[in-house]
């Protein structure tokens, strides 16, 4: 039976709807809740130490907390990434084999690097070194730490990964005390290390899985399309940046690093927002590819347009704040950081808009598209950043990134496009053993 020419829905159907609408906003809550309980952590380690340490101490220990990061992208490409693609939404018994050989490759890339590390450390010598040998000790739990977090959310269970984050925020609280009593950078390192490695021993239990070392080299032989092109996507996305910054320095001043990093700190919540997002958007969108294939395009286009959406909404919102707020904040970097705020702003929210059509290829696992999307995206962003720099200064840095980062997003979109039409549908993934 029809009314108005449109299908009648029964009341099952529309409430099943219902159901699964706020299943999807369940667990994009617990993705916001899981990165802000990350992001507090991070802030509260690198105000505790930067007053603890002083400058040039807290200086050695970002060094150390960079290289981490740059670790932490090779582990999420070759580890985590394809078990978020692969293995989202699938029975239990195949997420479980899948995760004991995922995890046991972030651990497996963490003791390979750290040994690394440490012997580097070793032959520098001096506070550097100290510090370098201290993060080869810890890189293995770290990793395994945020490996547990992305297992979660592809299994639908973000509570975990925040329960799993608030625990190494409270372990970090009494190693951080012990750290300052001893005052130097490797006690720090050690500490926020130790705290990670606390939280990676309770994910074994929450999850009740072990990872597996032995699987290592069998879980990157099977997903080596995806591993090694998410592994140059993700350095690709920081090497970017440090080239920007590194450029920007050379060309303008290092003074000019500063007000850039002044108008991200600005940006800094959204930031956290869409962090916290991209956690579990590439698990929803595998959901909505294997449930209804027909929707993924539609799911991806409101996705990243509420982000670029709301990412104008901040930036607004920042345009309203007055001149005694913003200096209280950023004290004398304000009045040139505010400067910035409106080409900032087209940027995230351009990045915001791509970052929807991006979720969408990960879960199509088209993974030669969207590397070549991220090369692009990466080269328009560096060259934007200092073709801009060197015609108009910090200023003409901002609009060419900004420029920059909406060209990318409609590369995205283009490659989304023609990734749904040669789209097939898989099979669900065989059970791993």
Known sequence: MTTGGRKATSPAAE???????RAVVGRLSWGLADQAASSATNFAVGIYVARSLGLAAFGVFSLAWVTYGVVLSVSRGLATDPLVVRFSGVPEASWR??????SGTALGVGTAVGMVSLLVGLSVGGRLGAAFAALGLVLPGLLLQDA???AFFAAGAGRKAFVNDVVWGVALVPAMVVAAGVGSVTAFVLAWGGAAAVAAGYGCVQS???PRLTGVREWLHHHRDLGYRYLVENTCVSGASQLRAYGLG????????GVIRGAELLLGPFLAVLMGLSLVTVAESARVLRRAPHRLGRFCLLLGGAQAAAALLWGA?????????????LGGVWHAASQL????TLGVSGAGLGAGAAAGLRALGAARRSLRCQLFASACYVGGGLGGAAVAGTVGSAWGVAAATVCGSAVWWLHLRAALR??????VPEVEK
């Not at 050379?250 to 690093?257: E, K, L, P, Y």
């Not at 705020?341 to 900032?344: D, G, Q, T």
């Not at 040669?422 to 099979?427: A, G, N, S």
Request: glycine share 12%; aromatic share 4%.
């Open 250 to 257: 050379a060309i303008v001043g290092v003074s000019a690093v």
């Open 341 to 344: 705020i409106v080409p900032a």
């Open 317 to 329: 919102a920042l345009l309203l704040v007055p001149d005694r707020l913003g200096e209280l904040v």
């Open 422 to 427: 040669e789209h097939r549908p898989d099979p």
């Open 148 to 150: 547990w977090r992305y």
């Open 208 to 210: 009740g899985i072990r």
């Open 15 to 21: 409430g099943g709807r219902r159901s699964a609408r």
């Open 97 to 102: 084999g899948a995760v004991a050989r995922s």
